[in-house]
């Protein structure tokens, strides 16, 4: 990467544009945006190890679309191995699908719909069996205490796993039949549904999947306790990527944390933070982190730069530590700071593997939040900041009451933020697409073909906030 002119200050997202170059790629679909650090991603893209983020229909989710998700650290031992099992048993293409039956109430359908971005529910008998399908519209105008069987219907296309046709041909038969939910059998079981965009989505995302071609699972380690014991249980339970996270990575305790897990030899990637200078960067490596995350203080419930003063503007963090670590053989994610698809193809072209991205996803239907509903009808997911008196709460439940009040006055995240989902992207497979399409331009109108390329071949120029704001759509005529 170059700077149009050198840069007299530190630089955050909103700071900086890419300069377009001359280009030989002809199309956003030629290039390759896999991750390249040993982590399996095939996009380059993180769901955050926060509690109101990721769940296990996150990881599942990101995992079939190419990406990763991580559990936090606060999740019991006993719950990731649930989790990890579940994902693993998931299909890298069927989607998973919401399940009723017959003798559920329209009542239970309607609070199971906002549990995924599907606009049907599947119906099975008690001993499993396929026996249709209830959609949102055939739950409206009636008592909602109706059984599920008396408004069930038969879908328009099923399909077979034994005798399942290409996913061309699939979209073909969904869209003639004007379809938009397609159970998949396996005989007369359930395996999984298919939807005409989830088709279309398939063809276009790898899996990011493990050796037996099972969907991969990241899980985080804190540094206190006994780090190396559940470091090894989580690589036990099926964990595919390790993260031994903090606020500040660069202390003692972190590279105490890391020896002791490098020591175990686990064969998966272990990745530290958070750091955002070079010095971070060497020691955390030195200690054994085969990645590095990079970020302190531009997430959106964070509010540890207003608290302490600490912290460094994102862009300049992920272009100081991606240098170090790639002098080193690593490579480092960007955790935090990103609101549009233009901060995350900065982020690559600063030279970070990855994206770590929080409250952005926060606000889907794949995150573990009950959905709510405000007084002008519009719906959202309550998001807060790992390191506010509301998670460091949940993370000492164990300890005594004076203990767990101390460690409370120390807050440094918002406890409560609406996440409102967006109407037209609800899903995180929603921004997914955005994201990655946004990219995938990036690196066209960068000639590159792939992401070490793509760090190769950026011109990055320094912007005011007039120029910033001139790149902004404008919603409506001035």
Known sequence: MEFLTTPTTDLTYSDVFLVPSKSEVTSRMDVDISAGDGTGATIPLVAANM?????????????????????????????????????????????????????????????????????????????????????????EGVDRFSSVESVMRQPGVTFQVESFPSLVEAFGQMDAAGALYAPVLDGTGLAGILTPRGALRSGMF?????????????????????????????????????????AHGHQQKMLDALAAVKSLDLPVPVVAGNVVSASGVRELAAAGADIIKVGVGPGAMCTTR????????????????????????????ADGGVRYPRDVALALAAGASQVMIG??????????????????????????????????QNRTKSEDAYSRARKAMFEEGISTSRMYLDPERPSVEDLLDMITSGVRSSMTYAGATDLDRFRERAVVGVQSAAGYEEGRPVQQSW
């Open 359 to 392: 409250s952005w996803f926060a606000g889907t239907v794949e995150s573990p939040g009950d959905l709510v509903v405000d007084a002008d009808g519009r719906k959202y997911k309550e998001s807060f900041g790992m390191a506010s008196a509301r998670a460091v």
């Open 51 to 139: 509690t109101a983020v990721t769940g296990r229909r996150m990881v599942e989710t990101m995992a079939r679309r190419g990406g990763l998700g991580i559990l936090p650290q606060d999740v019991p031992l006993d719950v990731i191995e649930r989790v990890a099992s579940w994902v693993k048993d998931r299909h890298p293409v069927f989607e998973t699908p919401l399940k009723v039956r017959p003798s559920d109430t329209v009542l239970d359908v309607l609070h199971l719909l906002g549990k995924r971005n599907h606009p049907a529910a599947s119906v099975l008998h008690d001993d499993g069996t396929f026996a249709g399908i209830v959609r949102q519209e055939d739950c």
């Open 206 to 246: 790898t899996p990011a999947v493990d050796e037996a071609g099972k969907l991969r699972v990241g899980a985080a380690v804190g540094i206190n306790g006994d780090v190396a014991g559940r470091a090894a249980a989580l690589v036990e339970y099926g964990v595919d990527v390790l993260v031994v996270d903090t």
């Open 306 to 333: 207003m608290m302490t003063a600490v912290g460094r503007p994102q862009f300049s963090s992920v272009l100081d530590c991606a240098a170090a670590a790639r002098d080193l053989g690593k490579h480092v994610w």
